[in-house]
């Protein structure tokens, strides 16, 4: 690295709002609302703001393996935010998750109405409200939250850390894309150790960590995720290729993938869903792996 790339941080860190990179103009260092304005709310007890990306995707995959399985109390109104518009900065949307992140559920089947943010904590939430998807005997259940955590702590290092300097940053630097692309190989090859010898990550019974770590690590290995599938060489992580097409195949989770998604093919997009009759009929069943 030459002289003029160095950088020395100052004593005192300041915010520079032209620091470049997509999403710079969202980005701050500061936490509340930005304008006023209520989100709506639907005629379902359970509300989702969310968009889809893979965190967002988590929620609607769950929600709809819920519905599937005949959890009528699961029917829900998924609200599309935009975070690239600062729609997370609302004062409505701040009400509902103070760190200005989607998804973000409201629960009003109970008084007071709950609110649950994070996609953990929102998958838990509903595992354990419909007693599905999360096992009971409890070597089971430490395996399968175990994943479940696993995914929401390594999960920042494959999207704010390769992600962001991979695909967002503007420019391309060496040492930051070494760094994450090693922590992220490292973090495939568990994964497919790990599926070498089972089904799904708790063994033969899908769960929410299955769920959890799909749309990250399973959409990875389509290709469509930073466009660096061939960078990473994720076809060579064979066990992890196979679980993620397996999953790719349910029904509920193409439903999931197309809730709040506004970008691709018009026939993979459901911008809002009130109701399960949203899905149109006559659009493929299948989004296929890209």
């Known amino acids: 690295m030459?002289?003029?790339?160095?950088?020395?941080?100052?004593?005192v860190w300041t915010w520079d709002a032209e620091n470049g990179g997509k999403f710079a103009n969202i980005n701050r260092p500061v936490s509340g609302a930005t304008h006023e304005k209520i989100l709506p709310v639907g005629k379902h007890p359970l509300q989702l703001y969310s968009l889809a990306t893979p965190n967002g995707?988590?929620?609607?995959?769950?929600?709809?393996?819920?519905?599937?399985?005949?959890?009528e109390?699961?029917?829900?109104?998924?609200?599309?935010?935009?975070?690239?518009?600062?729609d997370q900065f609302s004062s409505g949307f701040?009400?509902?998750?103070?760190?200005?992140k989607i998804p973000?559920?409201?629960?009003?089947s109970l008084k007071p109405s709950i609110r649950v943010f994070e996609s953990g904590a929102i998958l838990l939430y509903?595992?354990?409200?419909?007693?599905s998807f999360l096992p009971s005997e409890i070597s089971s259940r430490s395996e399968c939250l175990s994943w479940l955590f696993w995914q929401m702590g390594s999960g920042p290092y494959l999207g704010g850390g390769f992600g962001h300097f991979y695909a967002y940053a503007p420019y391309k630097m060496e040492y930051p894309i070494n760094r994450f692309s090693m922590e992220i190989k490292r973090q495939l090859d568990v994964l497919d150790k790990h599926l070498a010898d089972k089904q799904y990550f708790c063994g033969d019974e899908y769960t929410i960590a299955d769920m959890a770590i799909w749309p990250w690590y399973g959409v990875l290995t389509f290709n469509t995720l930073y466009e660096a599938g061939e960078f990473l060489d994720v076809l060579s992580y064979k066990h992890l290729y196979r679980w993620a097409r397996e999953i790719n195949e349910r029904s509920a989770v193409q439903r999931g993938r197309m809730v709040n998604r506004t970008w691709?093919?018009?026939?993979?997009?459901?911008?809002?869903r009130h109701d399960a009759?949203?899905?149109?009929t006559n659009t493929q069943d299948k989004i296929a792996p890209e």
């Open 2 to 11: 030459s002289n003029e790339d160095s950088y020395t941080p100052p004593k």
């Open 57 to 71: 995707v988590k929620a609607t995959i769950l929600l709809e393996e819920l519905l599937e399985l005949g959890h």
């Open 73 to 86: 109390g699961a029917e829900y109104d998924a609200h599309l935010i935009d975070i690239t518009e600062g």
């Open 94 to 100: 701040v009400e509902v998750n103070p760190n200005s």
């Open 104 to 108: 973000a559920l409201m629960d009003h």
């Open 126 to 131: 509903l595992a354990e409200k419909f007693s």
């Open 264 to 272: 691709g093919d018009a026939s993979e997009q459901l911008h809002e």
């Open 277 to 280: 009759g949203d899905f149109d």
